[in-house]
Each structure stands twice: as structure tokens, then as C-alpha cells.
């Protein structure tokens, strides 16, 4: 079994958990659908997780009576923790990556005690609690040979509270500096592996891209360590993790083409879309990602009709004005 077959197998397992395990459940029509899996291997994914399941029936199916394909097949949150998957023989690599997408539950609320419980009957896992890496957007990329050891440690100094001293490129400067920091939990992004910590002389939170650790970090004792910043999440923003402003809301309008393509976008829960009378689209957003969502937006050109609020479109204005000035100077 190739290693990208047997990722994506459970991960259009969980897609189809994920639906089932909404308030009102899902008809095998509805994720097939939302995911994209034609409707037969979803029958089959459903017979199987029936099947697999130790402690009883798991899925209540709710028929309608006058059109079967309607039957609404719902698992109950608190039940979720006795659902066993299919054992595979999956690589280091391929467990780090399950070990991944496992961690992104444990960020909603709702679900965090399902998923640890859910996560701990994973039979192929070394070890699931040494994983603690989030927001998993890419596969490609996870962790480079040479890497391994890096994160390794990062790994069990976050699971110990202990805290790490490394060599840091820091992007511009000419010389490497030392960093001595808490870390707090490891992230993927855009492909890319990220570490937040505080750093230990004043408690800042920051973003360290594992790429350029250029040693194997060293766990060190210091004699103080700084208060532990709550989680903030950043992970669960749509316009990234890289947040740098206080959170706010926005929504922009879109003509009738672009607002086509964004009706039929899967965007994240967070983002509503919504279509307007006169063919436009508006969406609405939060977020903390104020100069990435300003690109995202002149990025759509022509195709905007409205931005507010005002002080949001004014700042967008600013940065254009200020663009034009830098492509005419001569």
C-alpha cells in the first residue's frame, strides 16, 4: 500500500466520522457531497466502522420512510472515543502524519475529549502521546531526515514542559543568534513546520521556522521560567497562523462572477458566504491576519464591489495609494 493511499483511506474515514458526528448526522448524499467520495464507498466506510466496532452499534440510522437514500446516519460526540479504525502497516512518516491530523481536533473544544480518547485506541502509533504538532494544511512536506531529530526533541520537551536552547537564522541578519525558549506546540503550514514558543528573557511569544534551527536543540533547566501564554487560536484563523494584529471582522462583496467561485469554494466553518439578490456574493470573516487578508483582497481586483468597515477599506486604499507612488517613482 503506497503511503499516500493509506494516509488518504483514514482521512476520508474521519471526513465521513467528522459529518456523522454533526448535531443532526448526514445522509450518505450529503457526504458525498461535502467530500467528494461517490456514495457506494461511503456505504462501505459506514459497514465497515458498524463492523469494526467493539462495544455495539455505534451509528443510529434514522430512515425516512418515503425515500431510503434520505437516511440520516448520525455518531453520538460522547460515543466517538469507542470507534476503532482499521489497523494499517503505515511508516514513521506516515504515523507522524495520522499523529498530525489527529492533533487538529484537539484544538475544538467539543471534540478534544472524543479525539484523545479516539486517538489513544490508534493501535499504530509508537507512542501518540509524543506527538503534539496542530493545524496540519499540507502532506507533502512533513519532516525532512535530517529533521527528525530536531523535532523529536522539540517533541519531548514540550510533553516534559521543558524548555530549549538552539542556534536560530534569523531571516536578514547576517549572524546566527542563540535562542533559549518555552515551547508551547509545533504546527505545519503552507508545507512548512513552525515552532511557537516564549522566549525565556521577557515571555514574548514567537514563531520559529524549523528550517532554520541550525543545530539540534539542547533541553536545558533554567531557573525561571517565564508564565505560560494561553492558547490563542491563532491555528484556527482562515488567513493563517501568522497573526499580528487584534482580531476583527470583515466582509467584502464580490460582482457576480467571483461570486460564483466563492459560493462553490469550501471555505472553513469560520468563513460565511453568502449570495445576494443581485447575483453578488458577500463574505464575512474574523480574523488576525489583517495584512494577509489585505492581500488576499487587492488580489480580487476588478471583481470587488464593497469592503467594510470602513477603517478595513481604508487601509487597503492606503496600501494601493502607496504601491502607485513606488511603481511611478522614478
Not at 483511506?9 to 467528522?18: F, G, P, R
Not at 484544538?107 to 490508534?122: D, R, S
Request: hydrophobic fraction near 35%; include cysteine; charge should be positive.
Amino acid at each position: 500500500m503506497g503511503r499516500h493511499s493509506a494516509i488518504e483511506s483514514i482521512a476520508n474515514m474521519l471526513k465521513i466520522v467528522k459529518l456523522m458526528s454533526q448535531e443532526k448526522g448526514a445522509s450518505i448524499s450529503q457526504m458525498a457531497k461535502a467530500t467528494g467520495i461517490d456514495r457506494w464507498t461511503i456505504r462501505d466506510m459506514i459497514d465497515s466502522l458498524e463492523t469494526m466496532n467493539d462495544n455495539g452499534m455505534l451509528i443510529d440510522q434514522e430512515e425516512d420512510p418515503k425515500d431510503k437514500r434520505k437516511t440520516n446516519y448520525h455518531i453520538n460526540r460522547d460515543k466517538l472515543w469507542t470507534l476503532t479504525l482499521p489497523s494499517l502497516s503505515l511508516s514513521d512518516d506516515e504515523g507522524l502524519l495520522l499523529a498530525l491530523m489527529m492533533g487538529q481536533s484537539q484544538q475544538v473544544p467539543v471534540l478534544k475529549k472524543a479525539a484523545k480518547g479516539l486517538q489513544a485506541k490508534l493501535s499504530w502509533f509508537n507512542s501518540p502521546e509524543c506527538y503534539q504538532i496542530y493545524n496540519v494544511n499540507a502532506t507533502e512536506k512533513i519532516v525532512s531526515e535530517n529533521a527528525q531529530e530536531t523535532v523529536s526533541i522539540i517533541l519531548k520537551a514540550i510533553q516534559e514542559n521543558k524548555c530549549l536552547s538552539f542556534t536560530y537564522d534569523n531571516a536578514g541578519n547576517t549572524k546566527l543568534a542563540k535562542r533559549d525558549v518555552m515551547p508551547l506546540y509545533m504546527f505545519i503550514y503552507d508545507g512548512g513546520i513552525y515552532l511557537n514558543a516564549q522566549k525565556l528573557e521577557d515571555g514574548d511569544l514567537r514563531t520559529y521556522a524549523l528550517e532554520r534551527i541550525k543545530d539540534i536543540p539542547q533541553i536545558i533547566s533554567p531557573k525561571k521560567k517565564p508564565k505560560r501564554l494561553p492558547y490563542d487560536g491563532r491555528l484556527e484563523d482562515p488567513f493563517g497562523p501568522f497573526c499580528e494584529h487584534k482580531g476583527f471582522t470583515f466582509s467584502v462583496t464580490f460582482d457576480s462572477w467571483q461570486g460564483w467561485y466563492n459560493m462553490q469554494k469550501r471555505w472553513p466553518d469560520s468563513i460565511k458566504v453568502k449570495k445576494n439578490k443581485d447575483g453578488t456574493c458577500t463574505l464575512t470573516a474574523h480574523t488576525r491576519g489583517l495584512h494577509v487578508v489585505k492581500k488576499w483582497i487587492m488580489g480580487q481586483t476588478k471583481n470587488v464591489k464593497k469592503i467594510t468597515p470602513k477603517w478595513f477599506r481604508d487601509s487597503i486604499m492606503a496600501d494601493i495609494d502607496t504601491m502607485i507612488t513606488a511603481i511611478l517613482k522614478k
